[in-house]
């Protein structure tokens, strides 16, 4: 797919690279149902594609991605003629939940590129993400508590693990705009960027992801996630499979004659 474009949402590839880019600037990118619908189809199809290497999700103009569109669920709420039961919400979150599913758990690398600010439902699909680089101008906010609403997406599972139980709970609680600084402080994105130079460090990065070993990077999320459940016993058990996997690889030959040749090696994900 070397380029394709919906109206709310923009899916290009460089190289190995598959670019995501949530396209509402005018609603800082808020997700309607049908833009939550688009972007789990291009999830999906990215972790689906053999020839993607890394997947970045990013946002068109100053926001990654503000949350749900509230207003859009109040207005489709007043028109309604029969309201939605708890069972249908349920189940309709439970479906938008499989997007942040695949962005975690798909066999090769994602990375957030959050150029701006990042809300809610929005924060969540960037925690979901393996790695996040953030501009420093950006803000994060967890937003459930102000509208009343408990959390979705996994949103507590992520920063759970990110943050630990009692940071967490202060984050869904009080609901504070994190800045950059205290967002790399807290370990909710790995990397800060000059706003200034933010596409360029970004792309960088996901651009290393992509080209990297890919079979490699696959083992090594099975790896990290057993790692958050499993004793140390089947770590390593798991570990030394996964290693031996990797030694069939066309990567790991290459990687041996780049080093021979004194070059850096370029891996094929094979």
Do not use: W
């Not at 474009?5 to 923009?10: H, N, P, Q």
């Not at 103009?61 to 939605?84: L, T």
């Not at 402080?185 to 992801?209: H, K, T």
């Not at 990687?255 to 040749?261: G, L, M, S, V």
């Amino acid at each position: 797919m070397s380029g394709a474009v919906e109206a709310e949402l923009i899916v290009r590839d460089e190289g190995r690279l598959r670019i995501i880019t949530l396209n509402r600037p005018e609603r800082l990118n808020a997700l309607t149902p049908e833009l939550h619908h688009l972007l789990q189809d291009a999830v999906a199809q990215a972790a689906a594609d053999t020839a993607v290497g890394a997947v970045a999700l990013t946002g068109a103009g100053r926001a990654f991605c503000s949350g749900g569109d509230v207003r859009r669920s109040a207005d489709a709420a007043e028109k309604a003629s029969v309201p939605e039961t708890v069972e249908e919400r349920a189940d309709t979150l439970r479906g938008h939940g499989r997007t942040t599913l695949l962005l975690s758990r798909m066999p090769k690398p994602t990375i957030a590129l959050v150029n701006g600010a990042a809300a809610g439902a929005g924060l969540t699909l960037a925690l979901a993400c393996d790695l996040r680089i953030m501009a420093d101008d950006a803000v994060l906010r967890t937003a459930y508590a102000r509208i009343g609403l408990s959390g979705d997406l996994g949103i507590s599972y992520f920063l759970n693990r990110l943050v630990g139980a009692s940071r967490a709970a202060e984050l869904l609680f009080l609901d504070q705009k994190i800045d950059a600084a205290a967002a790399e402080r807290l370990g909710l994105v790995n990397r800060v960027a000059p706003a200034a130079d933010f596409e360029g460090e970004a792309m960088a990065m996901a651009r290393a992801l992509a080209e990297g070993p890919g079979v490699a990077f696959r083992y090594m999320k099975q790896n990290l996630e057993l790692a958050e459940t499993g004793g140390l016993e089947a770590v390593i058990e798991r570990e030394a499979y996964n290693s031996a996997r990797c030694v069939r690889t066309q990567d790991v030959k290459e990687a041996a004659i780049a080093f021979r040749e004194k070059r850096a090696p370029t891996f094929t994900g094979r």
